[in-house]
Each structure stands twice: as structure tokens, then as C-alpha cells.
């Protein structure tokens, strides 16, 4: 006999196909919903950080270039585990970009703030 497999929705017991993973067409849909509701959630999490992000590079630069204290960043709200995409330039200076918006850590404790042209 095969071992009783269990509905991990209700808590069932599945019968019929070996391959069967849910009691019912019910609790399938049920599972696939909960997962892409936290899918979802996890993701316009992160999309909220890195709009955050980029907002505060457009107000730290609204000249295109700027120099200012990492701690700015910080004090502002600045998420540095989050980015876009990371640019390395040709002599090796590694830019971190949330969107069209990026940074360089310098010396000191400085960053450069950048805007790429889009
Ligand atoms: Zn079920």
C-alpha cells in the first residue's frame, strides 16, 4: 500500500494520481494564491527600497554631480544593501545605481552621487 499522502492546505488525505499534490483543484488554487500574494509582497517591498533609494539620490544631486558625507546618505534613509546595478568603469571605480541615479563610495567616509544620461 502506498503511504497516506496529506493535503498541505486542509490536511487530507490525497487520493488518486501518485503525482497528485493537493487534495483538490481548490486547494491547489489556494496554495498558488498564498505564494504569489507573499511573492508579490516580497517584491513591492523591494521595489519600494529602491524607489526610496533613487528619491534620495534626486534630492542629495540636483545638480548632476555631487559630493557629500555617506552619513547624509544614512541619516536620509539610504538602503546601500539595495540596487539596481552595479557599473564598473574602466580604471576600476565600482558605482552602485538604484535606476538611472548612482553612487561611488570615496575617501573619508565620502560618496559621489551620479546620474547616468538616459
Ligand atoms: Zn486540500
Do not use: W
Not at 488525505?13 to 483538490?24: A, L, Q, V, Y
Not at 483543484?25 to 509582497?41: G, L, V
Not at 539610504?78 to 545605481?97: E, I, Q
Amino acid at each position: 500500500m502506498d503511504k497516506k499522502r496529506i493535503c498541505p492546505v486542509c490536511g487530507d488525505t490525497i487520493f488518486g494520481r501518485i503525482d497528485k499534490k493537493f487534495c483538490s483543484d481548490q486547494c491547489r488554487t489556494e496554495f498558488n494564491n498564498r505564494n504569489s500574494k507573499e511573492y508579490n509582497n516580497y517584491i513591492r517591498k523591494i521595489n519600494s527600497i529602491l524607489k526610496k533609494n533613487r528619491r534620495i539620490l534626486v534630492e542629495l544631486n540636483p545638480n548632476g554631480k555631487t559630493k557629500i558625507l555617506r552619513t547624509k546618505l544614512i541619516d536620509s534613509g539610504f538602503n546601500f544593501d539595495y540596487h539596481t546595478h552595479v557599473y564598473k568603469s574602466r580604471t576600476g571605480n565600482t558605482y552602485y545605481f538604484c535606476y538611472e541615479h548612482g553612487y561611488i563610495e570615496l575617501e573619508d567616509d565620502y560618496c559621489a552621487i551620479v546620474k547616468k544620461d538616459i
